[in-house]
T-cell receptor
Framework: EAQVTQNPRYLITVTGKKLTVTCSQNMNHEYMSWYRQDPGLGLRQIYYSMNVEATDKGDVPEGYKVSRKEKRNFPLILESPSPNQTSLYFC????????????FGQGTRLTVV | GENVEQHPSTLSVQEGDSAVIKCTYSDSASNYFPWYKQELGKGPQLIIDIRSNVGEKKDQRIAVTLNKTAKHFSLHITETQPEDSAVYFCAASASGNTPLVFGKGTRLSVIA
Protein backbone atom coordinates (compact mmCIF):
# COMPACT_ATOMS: atom_id res chain seq x y z
CA GLU A 1 0.00 0.00 0.00
CA ALA A 2 1.34 3.41 -1.01
CA GLN A 3 1.79 5.47 2.10
CA VAL A 4 3.68 8.11 4.02
CA THR A 5 4.42 7.10 7.60
CA GLN A 6 5.15 9.58 10.35
CA ASN A 7 6.24 8.81 13.86
CA PRO A 8 5.34 9.52 16.52
CA ARG A 9 1.69 10.49 16.12
CA TYR A 10 1.62 12.35 19.42
CA LEU A 11 4.49 13.84 21.40
CA ILE A 12 4.68 15.99 24.51
CA THR A 13 8.12 17.31 25.31
CA VAL A 14 9.83 20.00 27.33
CA THR A 15 11.49 23.17 26.09
CA GLY A 16 15.02 22.59 24.87
CA LYS A 17 14.94 18.80 24.60
CA LYS A 18 16.01 17.77 21.10
CA LEU A 19 13.55 15.64 19.18
CA THR A 20 13.17 14.05 15.78
CA VAL A 21 9.98 13.30 13.91
CA THR A 22 10.50 10.61 11.31
CA CYS A 23 8.88 10.43 7.89
CA SER A 24 9.15 7.57 5.44
CA GLN A 25 7.51 6.98 2.05
CA ASN A 26 7.36 3.77 0.04
CA MET A 27 6.50 5.25 -3.37
CA ASN A 28 9.99 6.15 -4.58
CA HIS A 29 8.96 9.81 -4.73
CA GLU A 30 11.62 12.40 -5.38
CA TYR A 31 9.97 15.31 -3.59
CA MET A 32 9.26 15.41 0.14
CA SER A 33 8.13 18.23 2.35
CA TRP A 34 7.25 19.16 5.93
CA TYR A 35 4.31 21.37 6.84
CA ARG A 36 2.96 22.69 10.08
CA GLN A 37 -0.75 23.31 10.52
CA ASP A 38 -1.98 25.92 12.95
CA PRO A 39 -5.56 27.20 13.43
CA GLY A 40 -6.35 29.98 10.98
CA LEU A 41 -2.97 29.71 9.27
CA GLY A 42 -3.48 26.65 7.12
CA LEU A 43 -0.53 24.53 5.98
CA ARG A 44 2.77 26.33 6.04
CA GLN A 45 5.83 24.73 4.52
CA ILE A 46 8.83 24.29 6.78
CA TYR A 47 11.39 22.57 4.54
CA TYR A 48 11.28 20.62 1.32
CA SER A 49 13.59 18.31 -0.57
CA MET A 50 13.73 17.85 -4.33
CA ASN A 51 15.83 14.70 -4.04
CA VAL A 52 18.52 13.01 -1.98
CA GLU A 53 20.95 15.52 -0.46
CA ALA A 54 18.89 18.44 -1.81
CA THR A 55 16.93 20.40 0.81
CA ASP A 56 15.55 23.92 0.83
CA LYS A 57 13.83 26.26 3.24
CA GLY A 58 10.11 26.79 3.05
CA ASP A 59 8.15 29.65 4.56
CA VAL A 60 8.78 28.93 8.26
CA PRO A 61 12.16 27.14 8.63
CA GLU A 62 13.38 28.82 11.83
CA GLY A 63 14.04 26.35 14.63
CA TYR A 64 13.93 23.28 12.38
CA LYS A 65 16.44 21.12 10.55
CA VAL A 66 15.97 18.34 8.02
CA SER A 67 18.12 15.83 6.22
CA ARG A 68 17.61 13.65 3.14
CA LYS A 69 20.26 10.97 3.11
CA GLU A 70 17.99 8.38 1.51
CA LYS A 71 15.15 8.84 -0.93
CA ARG A 72 12.50 7.29 1.33
CA ASN A 73 13.28 9.15 4.58
CA PHE A 74 12.97 12.82 5.48
CA PRO A 75 13.26 13.41 9.24
CA LEU A 76 12.36 16.70 10.89
CA ILE A 77 14.67 17.73 13.71
CA LEU A 78 13.94 20.26 16.42
CA GLU A 79 17.29 20.92 18.09
CA SER A 80 15.87 23.06 20.91
CA PRO A 81 12.06 23.00 20.83
CA SER A 82 10.14 26.00 22.13
CA PRO A 83 6.43 26.38 23.00
CA ASN A 84 5.76 28.28 19.74
CA GLN A 85 6.59 25.05 17.89
CA THR A 86 3.55 23.40 19.42
CA SER A 87 1.62 22.44 16.31
CA LEU A 88 0.32 19.67 14.06
CA TYR A 89 3.02 18.55 11.64
CA PHE A 90 2.55 16.81 8.31
CA CYS A 91 5.04 15.16 6.04
CA UNK A 92 4.17 14.87 2.35
CA UNK A 93 5.70 13.28 -0.71
CA UNK A 94 5.13 13.98 -4.41
CA UNK A 95 6.42 11.96 -7.39
CA UNK A 96 8.48 14.93 -8.57
CA UNK A 97 8.59 18.70 -8.19
CA UNK A 98 6.74 19.29 -11.42
CA UNK A 99 3.29 18.88 -10.02
CA UNK A 100 1.40 15.77 -9.01
CA UNK A 101 -0.60 14.36 -6.16
CA UNK A 102 0.91 15.03 -2.74
CA UNK A 103 0.55 12.12 -0.34
CA PHE A 104 0.37 13.17 3.28
CA GLY A 105 1.21 11.30 6.43
CA GLN A 106 -1.26 11.03 9.29
CA GLY A 107 0.29 13.91 11.17
CA THR A 108 2.26 14.40 14.38
CA ARG A 109 0.72 16.46 17.12
CA LEU A 110 3.58 18.06 19.05
CA THR A 111 3.19 19.88 22.34
CA VAL A 112 6.18 21.71 23.83
CA VAL A 113 5.76 22.73 27.46
CA GLY B 1 7.01 33.74 -4.32
CA GLU B 2 3.54 32.35 -4.77
CA ASN B 3 0.72 33.53 -2.49
CA VAL B 4 -2.63 31.73 -2.40
CA GLU B 5 -5.71 33.34 -0.87
CA GLN B 6 -8.74 31.17 -0.06
CA HIS B 7 -12.31 32.21 0.77
CA PRO B 8 -14.43 31.72 2.74
CA SER B 9 -12.70 30.42 5.85
CA THR B 10 -15.91 28.74 7.02
CA LEU B 11 -18.96 27.67 5.05
CA SER B 12 -22.21 26.07 6.20
CA VAL B 13 -24.69 24.64 3.72
CA GLN B 14 -27.84 22.57 3.94
CA GLU B 15 -27.58 19.00 2.77
CA GLY B 16 -28.34 18.84 -0.93
CA ASP B 17 -27.27 22.41 -1.63
CA SER B 18 -24.13 23.39 -3.51
CA ALA B 19 -20.90 24.70 -2.00
CA VAL B 20 -18.34 26.91 -3.71
CA ILE B 21 -14.85 27.70 -2.43
CA LYS B 22 -12.68 30.24 -4.21
CA CYS B 23 -8.93 30.75 -4.41
CA THR B 24 -6.71 33.35 -6.01
CA TYR B 25 -3.01 33.03 -6.71
CA SER B 26 -0.30 35.56 -7.43
CA ASP B 27 2.34 33.83 -9.56
CA SER B 28 1.39 33.78 -13.24
CA ALA B 29 3.89 30.92 -13.72
CA SER B 30 1.73 28.58 -11.60
CA ASN B 31 0.22 25.85 -13.71
CA TYR B 32 -0.96 23.14 -11.31
CA PHE B 33 -3.93 23.65 -8.98
CA PRO B 34 -4.98 20.80 -6.67
CA TRP B 35 -7.68 20.66 -4.02
CA TYR B 36 -7.30 18.65 -0.84
CA LYS B 37 -9.85 17.46 1.70
CA GLN B 38 -8.83 16.99 5.30
CA GLU B 39 -11.09 14.97 7.56
CA LEU B 40 -10.79 15.12 11.31
CA GLY B 41 -7.62 13.45 12.58
CA LYS B 42 -6.25 12.73 9.13
CA GLY B 43 -3.81 14.19 6.67
CA PRO B 44 -5.10 16.06 3.59
CA GLN B 45 -6.07 13.95 0.60
CA LEU B 46 -6.24 15.01 -3.02
CA ILE B 47 -9.80 15.17 -4.34
CA ILE B 48 -9.34 16.89 -7.69
CA ASP B 49 -6.71 18.87 -9.57
CA ILE B 50 -6.48 20.95 -12.71
CA ARG B 51 -3.65 22.11 -14.91
CA SER B 52 -3.47 25.43 -16.70
CA ASN B 53 -4.25 24.04 -20.13
CA VAL B 54 -7.75 23.10 -18.94
CA GLY B 55 -10.57 25.45 -17.89
CA GLU B 56 -12.81 23.01 -16.05
CA LYS B 57 -12.66 19.48 -14.72
CA LYS B 58 -15.42 17.40 -13.18
CA ASP B 59 -15.48 14.23 -11.13
CA GLN B 60 -18.99 13.17 -10.12
CA ARG B 61 -20.24 15.80 -7.64
CA ILE B 62 -17.10 17.90 -7.56
CA ALA B 63 -15.73 20.26 -10.18
CA VAL B 64 -12.92 22.74 -10.41
CA THR B 65 -12.82 25.78 -12.67
CA LEU B 66 -9.76 27.83 -13.56
CA ASN B 67 -9.50 31.37 -14.89
CA LYS B 68 -5.83 31.97 -15.70
CA THR B 69 -6.39 35.54 -16.82
CA ALA B 70 -7.90 36.50 -13.48
CA LYS B 71 -5.64 34.09 -11.58
CA HIS B 72 -8.42 32.38 -9.70
CA PHE B 73 -9.81 28.89 -9.40
CA SER B 74 -12.81 27.47 -7.61
CA LEU B 75 -14.08 24.21 -6.16
CA HIS B 76 -17.74 23.37 -6.68
CA ILE B 77 -19.48 20.61 -4.74
CA THR B 78 -23.04 19.81 -5.79
CA GLU B 79 -25.68 17.87 -3.87
CA THR B 80 -23.69 18.12 -0.69
CA GLN B 81 -23.83 15.31 1.84
CA PRO B 82 -22.86 15.19 5.53
CA GLU B 83 -19.70 13.26 4.64
CA ASP B 84 -18.53 16.28 2.64
CA SER B 85 -18.01 18.09 5.97
CA ALA B 86 -14.25 18.66 6.26
CA VAL B 87 -11.55 21.25 5.79
CA TYR B 88 -10.71 21.94 2.15
CA PHE B 89 -7.40 23.37 0.95
CA CYS B 90 -6.55 24.78 -2.44
CA ALA B 91 -2.94 24.92 -3.61
CA ALA B 92 -0.86 26.14 -6.51
CA SER B 93 2.55 25.41 -7.94
CA ALA B 94 4.59 26.04 -11.05
CA SER B 95 6.48 23.34 -12.91
CA GLY B 96 10.23 23.17 -12.59
CA ASN B 97 10.49 21.97 -9.03
CA THR B 98 8.74 24.76 -7.16
CA PRO B 99 6.98 24.11 -3.86
CA LEU B 100 3.25 23.55 -3.53
CA VAL B 101 1.73 26.59 -1.76
CA PHE B 102 -1.55 26.11 0.12
CA GLY B 103 -4.39 28.40 0.93
CA LYS B 104 -5.44 28.75 4.58
CA GLY B 105 -8.32 26.31 4.26
CA THR B 106 -12.13 26.36 4.35
CA ARG B 107 -14.08 24.49 7.00
CA LEU B 108 -17.20 23.17 5.28
CA SER B 109 -20.13 22.03 7.39
CA VAL B 110 -23.03 20.25 5.71
CA ILE B 111 -26.11 20.41 7.87
CA ALA B 112 -28.51 17.49 7.60
Amino acid sequence: EAQVTQNPRYLITVTGKKLTVTCSQNMNHEYMSWYRQDPGLGLRQIYYSMNVEATDKGDVPEGYKVSRKEKRNFPLILESPSPNQTSLYFCASIPSGTGGEAFFGQGTRLTVV
Amino acid sequence: GENVEQHPSTLSVQEGDSAVIKCTYSDSASNYFPWYKQELGKGPQLIIDIRSNVGEKKDQRIAVTLNKTAKHFSLHITETQPEDSAVYFCAASASGNTPLVFGKGTRLSVIA
